[in-house]
């Protein structure tokens, strides 16, 4: 039986309503100018509620355009939980009021070091930030698997060893987005 991670902020950061938040994230998406800057390999995009930081977003979104991405490793700031060490999602789909998206097992499997990168899906349970760089790739990129990552209280070793270990598998299918309050 597949396990899925309910939306923590549906309603309440983006509207509940599939139609609604369809029409906003297209009417963001089409103010959006796109670049011509070829394939991007990583995005820095914010993760504040649809009216605050979505147009912003949808600039980076913009330049998925067109693009055949499967896999999105999706990294963020736990708001929630505090831990020492990278918390890897690995229920089997996470959904949004667009639908729901599937992770990529073997992928988090291959992270998962028992030690620096840990499957931890509590910290995931009410947190915002991927959840909510989600609702756009939905919307940009078909076909495709994520990977959910958060991290709390980090130091360059872990983020050195969090980048050794994806940079292993990372692939040109393969993007990053970084989900920050800036």
């Known amino acids: 039986m597949a396990i899925f991670l309910q939306p923590a902020v549906s309603g309440l950061f983006y509207p509940k309503e599939k139609k609604e938040l369809k029409g906003q994230i297209l009417s963001f998406l089409k103010k959006a100018k796109k670049e011509d800057w070829g394939k991007p390999k990583i995005l820095i995009l914010p993760h504040a509620g ?11 979104f913009k330049q998925l355009g067109g693009q055949d991405f499967k896999k999105v490793i999706l990294l963020g700031a736990s708001h929630t939980s505090w831990f020492s060490y990278a918390a890897v999602d690995d229920l089997d789909f996470w959904v949004t009021s667009l639908g729901q998206v599937a992770l990529d097992k073997d992928f988090i ?10 499957k931890y899906k509590r910290s995931f349970i009410k947190n ?10 939905q919307k940009v990129l078909t076909d495709f698997k994520i990977v959910p990552i958060l991290l709390s209280e980090v130091d360059s070793f872990l983020i050195e060893k969090l980048a050794e270990k994806i940079a292993q598998k990372i692939d040109k299918k393969t993007l990053v987005v970084v989900s920050s309050d800036l």
């Open 50 to 60: 649809i009216v605050y930081s979505s147009q912003t977003a949808a600039f980076g």
């Open 109 to 118: 499997d291959f992270l998962t070091d028992g030690k620096y990168i840990l």
């Open 128 to 137: 915002h930030c991927l959840e909510m760089e989600l609702t756009f790739l």
